[in-house]
């Protein structure tokens, strides 16, 4: 069972208690390497890292008193694989190309200080990063990820979102990153979730897609509405695509900074068991009058609005809220 002890009164969790101890420095990491690493004092390096004993000196992370065999046991049992960390002798320099177009493969850089010639206790011998979710300006895409191609793109890539978010990413016209650097899709979906029918699994040309297993990451499953994504459309219009290090693709929209609504293959609300978006056209009224007064789950990031903001205990994990929350 994890501990609970050292981190104090945690995430807040509405009068159950505290966290879990290695939720809560998970979060405070996450929101340290997505966020605020320059607030914090830390010198990003390319591909967005910092030195792990820098992060462990930083105000947030002494408070907790975080050591580094802590902080490596939870980058390497951590489900969504959020965090890289890397020997410093492996990580990347100003001098380094950014990343291709070459095809992503499912090699993570390593995460266990053990298989390294480094010294696995010397903290200032590692790099560690977020793999995605960042709101830092300075966070290159070309340096953090891997440039998609049409060829390289998965077959099926899908944003989860909120009853309370839709309407609002439907009046956009499309999906906006709200705050961070991209819009965050999944190449699969959640265990126990399936499509509405085969329109979500077979191509423009009729084709079957291949299906895919059950995603950890990019994803809440606690997402009413999917989002299925033309990339192939999208592409051809020059709306980039990447990959990060953890499977999760994300995208920053198009020259306005949206994901247009013509570019959702299909849009579903998986309560209502309805099609609101199909090949870029809107149903009706995209299912709005229907979702009216359903707004328990839009407490949950607030999305489209950019919300966020503090909790007890840290910011929230997807701080910035919107349509480009991340997992």
């Not at 462990?56 to 965090?83: G, P, Y």
């Not at 999760?248 to 998986?270: A, I, P, S, Y």
Request: hydrophobic share 30%; aromatic share 4%.
């Amino acid at each position: 069972m994890a501990s609970r002890g050292r981190g104090g009164r945690g995430g807040g969790r509405g009068g159950r208690g505290p966290l879990p101890r290695d939720v809560q420095v998970s979060k405070k990491m996450s929101r340290i390497l997505r966020h605020s690493a320059e607030d914090e004092g830390l010198k990003l390096q390319p591909g967005g890292y910092v030195n792990v004993k820098d992060l462990l000196q930083t105000n947030t992370m002494k408070s907790l008193h975080v050591t580094f065999a802590e902080l490596r046991t939870i980058v390497t049992s951590n489900d969504k694989q959020r965090f890289s960390l890397i020997p410093i002798t492996e990580g990347p320099s100003s001098a380094d190309p950014p990343a291709s177009n070459a095809t992503p493969t499912n090699d993570f850089p390593p995460s266990d200080p053990s298989s390294s010639s480094s010294d696995p206790d010397d903290p200032s011998a590692y790099l560690i990063r977020a793999n995605q979710g960042h709101s830092i300006a300075t966070v290159d895409s070309a340096s953090l990820l891997t440039r998609l191609s049409p060829a390289s793109a998965p077959a099926l890539c899908v944003h989860g979102t909120t009853a309370a978010a839709w309407p609002r990413i439907l009046a956009s016209g499309g999906l906006r990153p709200m705050g961070r650097n991209h819009v965050h899709l999944a190449t699969g979906l959640p265990a126990g979730f399936m499509p509405l029918d085969d329109g979500a699994t077979t191509g423009s040309e009729g084709e079957k897609k291949e299906v895919q297993a059950p995603v950890i990451s990019g994803m809440r499953s606690s997402s009413r509405v999917l989002v299925y994504v033309d990339v192939g459309r999208a592409m051809g219009a020059e709306v980039p695509f990447w990959r990060s290090a953890n499977g999760v693709v994300l995208t920053e929209g198009g020259k306005d900074g949206v994901l247009g609504v013509e570019f959702f293959e299909r849009v579903e609300d998986r309560r209502a068991g309805a099609v609101l978006v199909r090949d870029g056209v809107v149903v009706g009224d995209g299912g709005v009058e229907g979702m009216k007064g359903d707004r328990e789950e839009g407490k949950e990031g607030k999305e489209g609005r950019g919300g966020g903001g503090r909790r007890r205990g840290g910011w929230k994990d997807g701080r910035r809220g919107g349509a480009g929350e991340a997992f």
